[in-house]
């Protein structure tokens, strides 16, 4: 049973440039979530998506930022006009539904790693 | 969010027993208790959670409080592979993996 599938697992990308993240989750879960952890910060949460539905995307910034979940294929982290503040690493992370509080792993991938020269 | 206090970092020798503490004064009754680790340059990994009572499992095991206000991972004999930032997370009041990670403790094991 593969884990939390990432790519790439480094990007290189210019100022104004797109960048895309992808991450395919566990066999199994139907429910994906984006963390990025800046240079000596934490992680910190910013997106939550089920297919084809975003539930939580409080921790996006609110422009240039998008992602997706849709019905067949990984998710999608999408960065417009990239700017050296979005040099991070960002992690998906995968569980199955939970009931009430939470109960359940976050199952993550290694992660991609973004540079913005 | 309910917070949790770590200490910044804690040292251990390799095949030593490691007691990591969290302190989490607010907790409410619904509240799980999770234990993540990040290896270097990797992502997070689960290590385990608990709500009342003591949990084991083949990585490590959690002693949880009886007034629940504080819990201690344990790591029964420390390897080189151990090192790591521990995090101690409370899940409140949702449903789904939205984490709150501090700054958790980092971890070192001498040879």
């Known amino acids: 049973n593969a884990g939390v599938m990432q790519n790439p697992r480094h990007l290189v990308r210019r100022r104004g440039q797109e960048a895309r993240l992808r991450c395919s989750p566990m066999?199994?879960?139907?429910?994906v979530y984006w963390y990025r952890q800046l240079p000596e910060e934490g992680l910190k949460f910013m997106v939550y998506l089920q297919k084809e539905n975003i539930i939580d995307e409080s921790g996006m910034p609110k422009e240039r930022f998008s992602a997706e979940f849709p019905k067949e294929g990984p998710s999608i982290l999408r960065i417009q006009q990239v700017v050296r503040g979005d040099s991070a690493a960002y992690f998906c992370?995968?569980?199955?539904?939970?009931?009430?509080?939470?109960?359940?792993?976050?199952?993550f991938g290694s992660g991609t790693q973004l540079s913005v020269l | 969010d309910a917070k949790t206090t770590q200490p910044n970092s804690m040292e251990s020798n390799e095949e030593e027993p490691v007691h990591l503490p969290c302190n989490h004064s607010?907790?409410?009754?619904?509240?799980?208790i999770h234990w993540y680790r990040q290896l270097p340059s990797q992502g997070p990994e689960y290590v385990i959670h608990g709500l009342t009572s003591n949990v084991n499992n083949r990585m490590a095991s959690l002693a949880i409080a009886e007034d629940r206000k504080s819990s201690t991972l344990i790591l029964h004999r420390a390897t080189l592979r151990d090192a790591a930032v521990y995090y101690c997370?409370?899940?409140?009041?949702?449903?789904?993996?939205?984490?709150?990670f501090g700054q958790g403790t980092i971890l070192t094991v001498h040879p």
């Open positions: 607010t907790i409410s009754g619904t509240d799980y």
């Open positions: 992370a995968s569980s199955p539904p939970g009931r009430g509080a939470f109960n359940e792993k976050l199952f």
């Open positions: 997370i409370l899940t409140r009041g949702t449903s789904y993996g939205k984490l709150t």
């Open positions: 066999k199994g879960h139907s429910h």
